[in-house]
């Protein structure tokens, strides 16, 4: 079945640690998105990616990288720079648009800092 | 900065009743679209509109856009206890293409 594979789906990562959320994606879709969402808020977005070997920060980069070395995978690393990391991660991906297409999501990440 | 901007922040309605939200924007915008979000889950697709398009239906569900006021509702018709879930709206930002922006969501509660 074709779909959107987040992994793990609970990681708890201790203060100071460097931590890799996991994304891939078997749709052929060009556009990959990693989004942030705190408990009862909207959706932030942290990178997004329109092609292989290229990506461009969203609204809140800052403690996070990313990378975009094959189509099908958009990992998400979560540095001991982001200084409040705990939350509910979610990626994201979408054919190349045109205007009309539809973004498909996976399942989400929930990130605890312990 | 968030892009769109929905409300209320929280609607709880009877079962069998319609609910609205809205969703505001602030640039000019390729698409406009809706998600649902049950807890702890992904969001799923529920319908797009396009920016020359003002009205649109999928089963239960209509939603307008007026590019004028830089906004858009989605009416859920003959509310069911399913329905309880978050509803985001999200749009494709002009001359960023594939740059999607989220709200904040609308809550939505059925109470049976």
């Known amino acids: 079945d074709g779909g959107i594979t987040q992994s793990p789906k609970y990681l708890f990562r201790k203060e100071g640690q460097n931590v890799t959320l996991s994304c891939e994606q078997n749709l052929n879709h060009d556009a990959m998105y990693w989004y942030r969402q705190d408990p009862g808020q909207g959706l932030r977005l942290i990178y997004y990616s329109q092609i292989v070997n290229d990506f461009q920060k969203g609204d809140i980069a800052e403690g996070y990288s990313v990378s975009r070395e094959k189509k099908e995978s958009f990992p998400l690393t979560v540095t001991s720079a982001q200084k409040n990391p705990t939350a509910f991660y979610l990626c994201?991906?979408?054919?190349?648009?045109?205007?009309?297409?539809?973004?498909?999501f996976g399942e989400g990440s929930w990130l605890t800092v312990v | 900065s968030q892009q769109g901007e929905e409300d209320p922040q929280a609607l709880s309605i009877q079962e069998g009743e319609n609910a609205t939200m809205n969703c505001s924007y602030k640039?000019?915008?390729?698409?406009l679209q809706w998600y649902r979000q049950n807890s702890g889950r992904g969001l799923v697709h529920l319908i797009l509109i396009r920016s020359n398009e003002r009205e649109k239906h999928s089963g239960r569900l209509r939603v307008t856009l007026d590019t004028s006021k830089k906004s858009s509702s989605l009416l859920i018709t003959a509310s069911r206890a399913a329905d309880t879930a978050s509803y985001f709206c999200a749009t494709v930002v002009m001359n960023r293409d594939d740059k999607i922006i989220f709200g904040k969501g609308t809550r939505l509660h059925i109470l049976p």
């Open positions: 640039t000019s915008i390729n698409n």
């Open positions: 994201a991906s979408m054919a190349h648009t045109g205007g009309g297409n539809t973004i498909y």
